[in-house]
């Protein structure tokens, strides 16, 4: 299975934009990438997802690198709401209903 | 538009007991799925249901049981639990099991086998 690869933690500050990073460099064609962030003692709330384009919806933009092998969630403006973990996911291949989860990026934002 | 509602909020068992965690969706979504998460670790399916009337076991399914009742309704039983159950349980939904759909989780269910 495609995986991805995300730095442990990050720190912004607020109001400041954020871009989280995020690494996979075995993506196959059909896997679509997906972000979902999680707020303590809550369960994952899903952010954005894209195929090759760029994505923006109300929460977040979706930077995807034109190889596919990297993409960037990109938070506009931080709040200290959005301190969170951001999970990098793909979805896709021979079991769509099997999404992995790792460690994913502690987001830390400082007033 | 509740989402996806998980019973119990938190749950203490002895070793051997046995429970089932409960997890409705009110949004017609056919796909739903089980999850455990360990302290700082990220989420494991334990088994999830593409659509009424089926199941299948994810990465970490032993020492679970689960059953889809109705296309609303998907439970997760424990038979004789063990304190390596100790985890945070997330139930969630999914439109359809196509990547290009997002999931939506509920507020976990906090198990300590003790």
């Known amino acids: 299975d495609a995986k991805t690869t995300q730095p442990n933690s990050m720190e912004s500050n607020e109001e400041e934009p954020v871009h989280l990073p995020c690494n996979h460099s075995t993506i196959s064609g059909t896997d679509y990438i997906h972000w979902y962030l999680q707020l303590p003692s809550q369960g994952p709330e899903y952010v954005i997802h894209g195929l090759t384009s760029n994505v923006n919806n109300r929460m977040a933009s979706l930077a995807i690198a034109e190889d596919r092998k990297s993409s960037t969630l990109i938070l506009h403006r931080a709040t200290l709401r959005d301190a969170a973990v951001y999970y990098c996911?793909?979805?896709?291949?021979?079991?769509?209903?099997?999404?992995?989860f790792g460690a994913g990026t502690r987001l830390t934002v400082k007033p | 538009n509740a989402g996806v509602t998980q019973t119990p909020k938190f749950q203490v068992l002895k070793t051997g007991q046995s429970m089932t965690l409960q997890c409705a969706q009110d949004m017609n979504h056919n796909s739903m799925y089980w999850y455990r998460q360990d302290p700082g670790m990220g989420l494991r399916l334990i088994y999830y249901?593409?659509?009424?009337?089926?199941?299948d076991k994810g990465e970490v399914p032993n020492g679970y049981n689960v059953s889809r009742l109705n296309k609303r309704e998907f439970s997760l039983r424990l038979e004789s639990a063990a304190p390596s159950q100790t985890s945070v349980y997330f139930c969630?939904?999914?439109?359809?099991?196509?990547?290009?759909?997002?999931?939506?989780f509920g507020s976990g269910t906090r198990l300590t086998v003790v």
């Open positions: 996911i793909l979805r896709g291949g021979s079991n769509n209903n099997d999404m992995r």
């Open positions: 249901s593409a659509s009424e009337g089926t199941t």
């Open positions: 969630a939904s999914n439109r359809r099991e196509l990547p290009n759909y997002g999931y939506t």
